[in-house]
């Protein structure tokens, strides 16, 4: 500890006044014998400060020790970059007329390498001696008050904090300052008073101030005043004149010292005066509503170029940007992010995205900006600053912005402004696209020497704008320029003269323009979102419609939020601050980016350089500007949110989902080594882990010399996910299961009921072993913190460090309400922890009150991944804790906004090496346990941390897949189907998962880690901890941008830093010297009573500020024995005199009583538990000492108090009763946020309060004596309505409550209040929340309600039924009963479904007009069962089976059902082969868009009329609703786009306006042929399609009954092709008519989509026969026929009247059944040689695998109709066909068979003995599939041909063997489906393409254009 003193003037000497500095590294007890001097009576003193202080900052240098020349502070400033380059950027602007050209001498006015109180120092410094003004004004003048939304603020002080902002910004954090010049001494609070200051005034005129009372023992008759610094304020004392001066006088003598409010109206500019005075002689039409759209191709948003060329996609649109206009804030996300860093990402992120927020913990507090928004501002002076040293008039002429951000008309107005000599200079930042990737550092220094010069020439604002981007410019990133002018500026001194305005098309989100003005604007118009809005209204997408003004404030009004929101994470309040504070941190920036755009920001692991910066740009450009339009036509959304086919990479996509259920369910070690290797390939993708490569042992071990798994698993813990945020199911789950294992459960910030954490099951026990104790101190209790393993404290969470969060009142049940000590339905935020923890000294004292609450348990800290984290875990494990966590920025589960999710935090590996080495490195490592946590799931992931320094391990995302969770991201809905994250009864019903699951899952892992271990010759755990050594970067990265990062910073072995360090976490115990704590003395008082053996003790106790956090460990005692409840009342009585320590009676169990007389500290009954504390001024304090005008107790008292009493005779500080839930505390005055966040029990404040009273205040009564009328201006009405006090109820209340207040204090004030009752209660008001007064007024409903039925029930005793049944909704019943069974290719059976007696149909009506719930629509509709006519109608023509109209009538509800997932499976490797973009277009047909959702079918699908009408919908068996319940019907909605957009003429054919000259021969006009064609046409190529037959369309045209697909439909695309320009030849057999190879040889490319035309035969005895036909043969002839296309001498094959039996299955088999039976068939049978599909799905076909289930199709339903049978029989096998004499087939002799598993596990067909038996058959059909194509073609161009005899390719390629010739459909993957033959199409198509003009802009997978352009590759990477 350092101790230093400032010395002040001596006494009588008559000297100059001297100020001495007495810095030494000692505790404060040593003082005097350190420095003999100052006991000697010689030294006379009128000043004392004393320093002393907490070295968070590991390395202690005289450097940094207090005070500094002028001043002493006990904080941080968060703002201190931004504040630095201003102060050298004002060096510009500065002259003293004092000093003249010697002022240069004084610069730099920061010194460099100076600590931030050094820096603080120096300016402070500087103004009093060079700024005209004395050190109290310069000290307001950089810390000043929030006084921009203080209504109580006087005008002219008001007025003073404005005047001397246009000169400098506040020095914003959290700081206690004091100062001295000699003269004066002393001290000013920051604005949010999150320090401690308190004082006393004695009868002899000595002020005693400090950061406690109790340090100096004061004779209480001494004493006159006590007091304390409030927020904002300043205490002075001048020893001169030898005055304390108050604050207000003080402020009112330097605001009044000159005419400044005359100065402000006369000078100040604003945009009312710009507009006021614009020059252009017109007025500005109130709407800019005609957005210039320059390069506009199209006529809806998506087509807009410009969203492609600034990276925009449609997430960013409809997830981030409609939300914010729709609803004034920013959307919400949920399950942390899981995509790639920006500098891994292989989609162009923008360049924003490299940065991540930097937040506070720990040292400085996060602060609430919305409780607490009377500390925030948006306002900024901007333009050129006046000379700060010579305060005048001229400092106000700036431009005055109440806000950041400008409209379209505002830049309009700034452009052309002449107004009193200000001009705009317009910068282009733009540069030509030919000048390619070299073109984008001369265009950065370009801009730069033109802003300088402007700067020169007398401009006043310079406007970087990008709006000149367009096909012929490629856009600078326009924080790239912002950044790199404003250095420059800088550097130039130029800064100050101008002001930077951005316009740009790239920011759009929160986080975007926290970025620009963190590095530097003073103000943004994002244009494009104002444009795109405009569009999105145009076009109706605008609900509800908004003008542009309407636009423009709801957007502001977001931002602001958003804004606000980031920089109150990092503990700043204003943005005048905030602006170019730089507080980000660079991910994968090379540091030659940095140097020139991002000065001093760190950027550790390097990364790209400009060269890949400029390349990602122009990848954009090119995308939007590509002049052969292929599917670049819509701006994309490549999953940038959600996870979407082809698109961005996530670690959690489907396949690792799918996997990892599987091996848990299964239990099947294979399937999670598949699990592991799809993990690893999203790990490579997305994660710095997935760069390092393991080094291996020469010599791994056996694996039996591998510590064991159950000792392995002991590091393992699940996340802090709240019982609130998941279901009681999910959470007990996973309770139970790490319990199994002897691992850790944590409950959450919210807490866990007594029936669980006292539960004794030993297989079944719900307790968590980690009880986190978060801001929101949800139900904690002295018993809930008694009752764990370890108590961990939560400073951050990975998805939103910095941040707090809130529980909606629909979400707190009875059961959470109870859980967490509040009241149902009333909502509960859980604020960011600024109110026990504002420093390092802070949290040292909650971790020592949790370690008093209860000895045994180890206390964590909880920490997430930021530079600098090394240093606050040093710092936390000198504040004694014993376990620290750090979490990654890609954790969390819970909601947060976007903007959180995505942008703020770091990945855990930077976070646990640095904070493994900076531990080592100060050999603190011994003393703490640390724990890496954020997306970790494979061994692997485990190894990489253990080796960078974890010693445990935390999963969240895991466990929950594991427990059936499928990444929806809809938890902060409410709705999640797999009743994980929900608290809806229906949901919760359907969660699946159980503890073997987790167990599985953990033990496979731990099993997966030794594996490693052994392979890298480890024998325990500990010894791969810190193990940096066997990491290395990974010589061949997945991606070329991973070649660029520079890991040694993280794989430095710690031990290289400091040799010889124990490593071993918690091998030494930290020292809490618990064993001087008073209540050892107080528990061995009452021994008898805890003991159980005497009902009350009391006794007499001294208190002095030492004995901290007292009565926390006998209440702990207390707990560990009677649990909740506690001791009867007072059978403990405490007396007590003299000082209370910090968190005094903290977690005060029931039936302790403490009396205190004298005064306390800080945190006062903290967590009181039913306890009872009374504390009043000694009774020998001055007569004239009045209780209500001075200060009792300090901050925080009864934060997150449940139950028990306090009263308080005196005033308490700041934030008194904050989170109180069930208290009652009364007290005689108190400061600012009283009440905040109160949720439960009863207040009373029986004097004036501070302003923000009662903010986020949701329950319990607060009652306010408001004697002077000045509370309705202190309070903040927001969530509270202000009562008088009338009711009987509430009089009688107050009366008694006053009265025990009288008793048990003496307050002489109450005895005034109840000496004139009940006159005197009309001077109280009573607050009361409007979410309590709902609650109750619906309790109260429901209890007449409830009277009511209890009356009508005692005449109907059959009435009464389940609490369960009540709570499922009617329709769930039958929802139930549906099941896979009932699917017709996904579609219901409608004959095997009763028509429901009351179902949700019945209920909701079917009109379509009728308000539809999307939200929760999966569980409100049905699926439609209205799929095909009525089987007896269609029976009777050959039309089309399908309902299209009945379809179309319900189909905005079968869309609702659709959820939006987070990871739609129906687009998966097992869903949809062509990656449909299925949520988004049924997305778009909910909300009526049915253009835009044509447009976004046909951005992955050719022909959705073909795949809307024969795919057998894959799609729908992977869907995730069908887990539980049937599918969406996904196939008729596509079908439905598609007819609706023919029958309303939006198919307009389109053709290509540029053709390359390239031409390309297809071969087959099959789904695949087509599909090529289609997009080869497309792109600009000249492609003839070959096709034998004499019509198009292949196995479309006659292979596909009529009706399934109406050949009409086929023809219609087809024309439609021919119109688009495409070539069509029929009847050409090529290699008869034409030979291949000429084709080859007149065209650039030849495309194969032959089919599989080789039918397999079943060549058994009687083949021969006649009467036995190949399906398509069958089906082909009748459709010709049926057509009118056959000759006369054709044949057909009749199956009127005849016996039929079709062998085979499948869909071919169904088209032959019902063709048979529209002939006129006597009877149809087919047989099928496998056994019959269960009716649900197998264990070894589970969701999300394609369901192998019995299921009926239409031919089958209608032979069930007409026959009155099933017609299939299974485990059939033909033998031989039978003839007759004429040598026709007349039966067929069968066997049954049977089919076991042998030895190995293969099925093994068996005969049945005795099952033979003959079937008649006039008709036998082979309908058993193809073997392969013709070979004539192949053989011709003598083609290589895989096994299958399909045509050869290369792996994942079409290319065959001989150049140029391409193969694609059946003929290269064998008989398939349509919907793979049309991907294999449009894929192959893209081949070619890129093959012949080196780059596509067609789509590959899921419709995504990929760019293919190469990375260039880092210097010296080969
Ligand atoms: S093409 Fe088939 S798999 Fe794809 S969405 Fe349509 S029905 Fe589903
Ligand atoms: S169709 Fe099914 S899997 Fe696909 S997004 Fe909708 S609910 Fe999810």
């Not at 004959?1391 to 149909?1401: A, L, M, Q, R």
């Not at 076909?1741 to 009155?1764: C, F, Q, T, V």
Request: glycine share 8%; aromatic share 8%; with cysteine.
């Amino acid at each position: 500890m350092q101790v230093f003193a400032l010395g002040g003037p001596q006494g009588n000497t008559g000297q100059k006044s001297v100020l001495v500095k007495k810095p030494g590294l000692l505790s404060p007890c040593q003082l005097w014998a350190y420095f003999p001097d100052l006991s000697d009576p010689d030294y006379e003193t009128h000043v004392a400060i004393i320093h002393s202080r907490f070295s968070t900052n590991t390395f202690p240098s005289w450097e940094r020790a207090h005070p500094q020349r002028l001043m002493a502070h006990n904080g941080e400033i968060n703002t201190l970059r931004g504040n630095v380059n201003l102060m050298h950027a004002r060096e510009g602007v500065m002259h003293s007329p004092e000093y003249g050209d010697d002022l240069k001498k004084l610069f730099p006015i920061v010194e460099p390498k100076l600590s931030d109180s050094g820096i603080v120092d120096n300016v402070l410094e500087f103004l009093c001696f060079t700024g005209q003004r004395s050190l109290p004004e310069a000290m307001i003048t950089m810390v000043p008050e929030a006084w921009q939304n203080d209504v109580t603020m006087t005008k002219d002080k008001k007025a003073f904090y404005k005047w001397s902002s246009f000169v400098m910004e506040p020095w914003d954090g959290p700081a206690l300052f004091t100062f001295s010049d000699g003269r004066y001494v002393g001290a000013v609070l920051d604005r949010n008073g999150l320090r401690p200051s308190r004082f006393y005034v004695t009868k002899s005129n000595v002020m005693y101030m400090a950061s406690e009372v109790g340090v100096v023992d004061v004779p209480p008759e001494e004493i006159v005043q006590k007091g304390r610094l409030k927020p904002g304020r300043m205490l002075l004392v001048d020893t001169k004149e030898k005055i304390f001066k108050r604050d207000d006088i003080l402020k009112s003598e330097i605001a009044n010292l000159r005419p400044i409010q005359q100065w402000l109206e006369e000078e100040v500019l604003t945009m009312d005066t710009l507009y006021d005075n614009h020059n252009h002689g017109h007025k500005l039409a109130r709407e800019d509503s005609s957005a210039h759209l320059t390069d506009y191709r199209g006529s809806v948003m998506e087509e807009d170029r410009r969203l492609a060329l600034f990276g925009w996609n449609i997430e960013a649109v409809t997830l981030l940007i409609l939300p914010m206009v729709q609803n004034k804030k920013e959307a919400l996300g949920s399950m942390g992010n899981d995509t790639p860093l920006a500098c891994l990402s292989r989609h162009n992120p923008r360049l924003f995205e490299y940065f991540k927020q930097l937040f506070a913990q720990v040292t400085n507090p996060p602060i609430d900006p919305f409780r607490e928004k009377i500390v925030m501002s948006l306002a900024c002076p901007i333009g050129p600053e006046g000379n700060i040293l010579e305060p005048g008039v001229a400092q106000c002429r700036r431009l005055w912005l109440e806000q950041p951000i400008l409209s379209r008309k505002d830049m309009r107005v700034i452009k052309a402004t002449t107004y009193r000599g200000w001009k705009t200079m317009v910068l282009n930042t733009v540069y030509d696209v030919n000048d390619d990737t070299e073109g984008l550092v001369p265009a950065i220094d370009r801009v730069c020497q033109e802003a300088a010069d402007a700067v020169e020439a007398g401009y006043t604002l310079l406007v970087l704008s990008d709006k000149k981007a367009g096909q012929n410019f490629v856009p600078i990133s326009s924080v790239v320029a912002l950044g790199a002018i404003h250095h420059h500026l800088i550097k130039k001194k130029l800064r100050m003269r101008v002001g930077l305005i951005v316009e740009t098309g790239e920011a759009r989100e929160v986080h975007d323009l926290c970025v620009l003005l963190g590095y530097g604007a003073d103000a943004i118009c994002p244009y494009l979102v104002f444009e795109t809005l405009s569009m999105l209204r145009k076009e109706g997408k605008l609900t509800p419609f908004m003008n542009d003004q309407d636009i423009y404030l709801s957007y502001i009004a977001a931002v602001a939020r958003g804004i606000s929101k980031v920089m109150a994470k990092m503990g700043i309040s204003t943005l005048q601050s905030y602006k170019g504070a730089q507080i980000f941190e660079a991910v994968g920036l090379h540091q030659s980016v940095i140097d020139k755009c991002f000065v001093g920001t760190a950027s550790r692991i390097g990364g790209v350089t400009f060269d890949v910066l400029a390349l990602e740009e122009l990848n954009r450009h090119n995308f939007a500007y590509d002049h052969r339009y292929g599917d670049n036509r819509i701006v994309l959304s490549p999953g940038f949110y959600q996870w979407r086919d082809g698109g961005e990479k996530h670690m959690n996509d489907p396949l690792t989902i799918a996997n990892i259920q599987d091996a848990v369910r299964s239990k099947n070690y294979n399937s999670y080594a598949k699990f592991a290797e799809s993990a690893w390939e999203s790990t490579q993708n997305c994660t710095l882990r997935g760069q390092m490569e393991l080094v291996f042992a020469d010599e791994p071990l056996d694996i039996s010399e591998v510590e064991d798994v159950s000792s392995i698993v002991k590091r393992f813990v699940t996340g802090a996910m709240s019982f609130g945020s998941i279901s009681y199911e999910a959470h007990s789950t996973l309770a139970i299961a790490m319990n199994r294992i002897g691992a850790k459960s944590n409950t959450g910030e919210g807490g866990e009921s007594p029936d669980r954490y006292l539960s004794k099951d030993p297989m079944n026990n719900t307790r968590s072993a980690i009880k986190q104790v978060a801001s929101g101190r949800f139900g904690v209790t002295s018993s809930y913190v008694s009752h764990c393993d370890e108590l961990q404290i939560k400073m951050a969470q990975g998805a939103k460090p910095g941040e707090g969060g809130e529980l909606p009142g629909y979400k707190v049940t009875k059961e959470i309400a109870a859980t967490r000590h509040s009241i149902p339905g009333v909502g509960l935020i859980s604020p960011p922890p600024h109110h026990d923890i504002y420093s390092i000294e802070d949290i040292a004292q909650l971790i020592y009150d949790l370690k008093a609450a209860n000895p045994v348990a180890r206390i964590s800290v909880k920490l997430v991944s930021e530079v600098g984290v090394g240093v606050i875990a040093s710092g936390i494990a000198k504040a004694k804790a014993e376990h620290i966590v750090i979490s990654g920025h890609d954790g969390g589960t819970g909601a947060s906004s976007w903007t959180g999710i995505k942008n703020a935090g770091l990945p855990w590996e930077l976070g646990i090496s640095e904070t493994h080495q900076t531990l080592v490195m100060n050999n603190l490592r011994s003393r703490v346990v640390l724990q890496a946590d954020g997306q970790i799931r494979t061994g692997r992931d485990v190894i990489v941390a253990a080796l960078l320094g974890a010693d445990e391990v935390g999963f969240s995302t895991a466990p929950l897949i594991a427990m059936g969770c499928t990444m929806m991201r809809k938890c902060h809905l409410n709705t999640c189907p797999v009743g994980i994250a929900t608290q809806d009864p229906v949901l919760r019903k359907k969660f699946r998962g159980t503890p073997e699951n987790v167990v599985n899952f953990m033990f496979m892992l731990a099993e997966d880690i030794r594996s490693h271990m052994a392979r890298l010759g480890f024998r325990t755990f500990q010894e791969m901890v810190g193990r940096a050594d066997r990491l290395t970067s990974r010589p061949t990265a997945n991606s070329e941008k991973a070649k660029y990062l520079d890991l040694e910073g993280i794989l430095t072995c710690a031990w290289k830093l400091r040799s010889g360090i124990n490593i071993v976490g918690g091998s030494v115990a930290q020292n809490f010297s618990h064993e001087i704590r008073l209540d050892n003395v107080a528990i061995e008082k009452a021994k008898d009573v805890l003991d159980g053996k005497a009902t009350k003790v009391e006794m007499a106790l001294h208190a002095r500020n030492i004995d901290r956090t007292f009565g926390a460990t006998l209440s702990h005692m207390i707990s560990m024995k009677y649990g909740e409840a506690g001791l009867p009342d007072n059978s403990i009585n405490i007396q007590m005199k003299g000082t209370g320590g910090q968190s005094f009676c903290a977690f005060l169990a029931h039936g302790i009583y403490v009396e205190l007389e004298g005064d306390a500290n800080d945190y006062v009954a903290k967590a009181l538990s039913g306890g009872e504390v009374v504390i009043y001024p000694p009774k020998d304090m001055s007569a004239d000492f009045k209780s209500e005008d001075n200060i009792i107790v300090g901050n925080v008292v009864l934060y997150g108090a449940t139950s028990g009493k306090a009263f308080f005779r005196g005033q308490t500080a700041e934030r008194f009763c904050v989170r109180n839930s069930g208290a009652l505390a009364v007290c005689e005055g108190c400061g600012d946020h009283g009440c905040e966040y109160m949720t439960g029990g009863r207040a009373v404040v029986l004097g004036l309060t501070g302003r923000n009273f009662a903010a986020g205040m949701s329950g319990g009564i607060a009652y306010v004596l408001d004697r002077e009328k000045l509370f309705d201006q202190r309070c903040n009405h927001e969530s509270v309505e202000v009562l008088p006090v009338d009711s009987a109820t509430d009089l009688n209340w107050l009366r008694d409550t006053l009265q025990e207040f009288v008793n048990k204090t003496g307050s002489t004030l109450t005895q005034t209040l109840l000496a004139d009752w009940p006159a005197s209660a009309k001077l109280f008001v009573k607050i009361f929340p409007y979410e309590y007064q709902r609650v109750l007024a619906e309790a109260e409903a429901e209890a007449e309600e409830s009277h009511e039925d209890e009356l009508t029930n005692l005449y109907d005793e059959d009435t009464i039924v389940s609490e369960v049944v009540l709570q499922t909704p009617k329709d769930q019943k039958h929802f139930d009963m549906l099941d896979d069974d009932d699917m017709i290719n996904g579609a219901v059976n409608v004959e095997n479904i009763e028509p429901p007696v009351s179902d949700i149909e019945d209920l909701v009506s079917d009109d379509e007009d009728e308000t539809l719930d999307k939200a929760r629509g999966f569980v409100k509709y049905r699926r439609a069962t209205n799929q095909y006519r009525p089987v007896a109608a269609r029976l009777q023509d050959w039309g089309e089976v399908y309902n299209h109209k009945g379809i179309m009538k319900g189909i905005t509800k079968q869309a609702a059902r659709c959820m939006d997932c987070g990871v739609p499976f129906c687009q998966s490797e097992n869903g949809c082969p062509l990656g449909n973009l299925i949520p988004k277009w049924n997305d778009l047909v909910f909300h009526n868009h049915w253009k835009e959702a044509l447009q976004t079918l046909l951005q992955t699908n050719n022909f959705p009329e073909f795949t809307g009408r024969c795919c057998p919908a894959p799609c729908e068996g992977s869907c995730v609703l069908a887990i539980g319940d049937p599918a969406v019907t996904i196939k008729n909605i596509e079908n439905a786009i598609i007819d609706a957009a023919w029958t309303n003429g939006w198919m307009e054919p389109d053709p290509p306006t540029n053709r390359t000259g390239k031409t390309i021969a297809i071969v087959g006009s099959g789904p695949s042929g087509l599909a090529a064609a289609a997009q080869l046409n497309k792109v600009g190529h000249t492609v003839t399609v070959y096709e034998r037959n004499d019509c198009l369309g292949g196995l479309l045209r006659y292979g596909i009954p009529s009706m399934k697909l109406g050949k009409d439909v086929v023809q219609r695309r087809v024309d439609f092709m021919k119109a688009e320009g495409i070539n069509f030849k029929t009847n050409v057999k090529v290699g008869e008519d034409v030979s291949a190879k000429d084709l080859l040889d007149q065209n650039d490319a030849l495309l194969l989509c032959m089919g599989s035309a080789w039918a397999r035969d079943l060549p058994i005895p009687g083949r021969k026969l006649d009467g036995i036909h190949y399906a398509m043969n069958f089906l082909e002839k009748w459709q010709r026929k049926h057509a009118g296309l056959a000759k006369p001498t054709d044949t057909f094959i009749n199956a009127n009247d005849k016996e039929v039996i079709i062998i085979g299955g499948g869909d071919t088999g169904v088209d032959c059944i019902a063709t048979s039976l529209r002939q006129g068939a006597r009877n149809v049978t087919t047989f099928e040689i496998l056994p019959e599909p269960p009716k649900e799905r197998a264990a070894n076909n589970p969701w999300p695998l394609w369901p192998k289930i019995m299921r009926s199709d239409y031919g089958h339903e209608e032979a069930k109709l007409k026959l009155g049978k099933d017609p299939r029989i299974f485990s059939i096998m033909s033998k031989e066909f039978v003839g007759d004499s004429e040598g026709h087939v007349c039966g067929i002799r069968t066997v049954l068979v049977d089919w076991t598993k042998d030895d190995t596990g293969r099925w093994v067909m068996n005969e049945v003995p005795d099952s033979e038996k003959m079937y008649p058959c006039d008709i036998a059909i082979l309908a058993m599939g193809f073997l392969g194509p013709e070979k004539a073609v192949i053989e011709s161009l003598s083609l290589n041909q895989d096994p299958r005899s399909n045509i050869e390719t290369h792996s994942g390629s079409y290319a065959t063997s001989v150049m140029r010739v391409y193969a694609a459909g059946d003929c290269r993957r064998g008989q398939s489906l349509v919907v793979h033959a049309i991907n294999e199409g449009r894929q192959a198509a893209r081949q070619i393409d890129i093959d012949l003009m080196g780059q596509t802009s067609l789509a590959a997978a899921g419709g995504v254009v990929q760019p293919i352009r190469e990375m260039a590759k880092p210097n010296g990477v080969v």
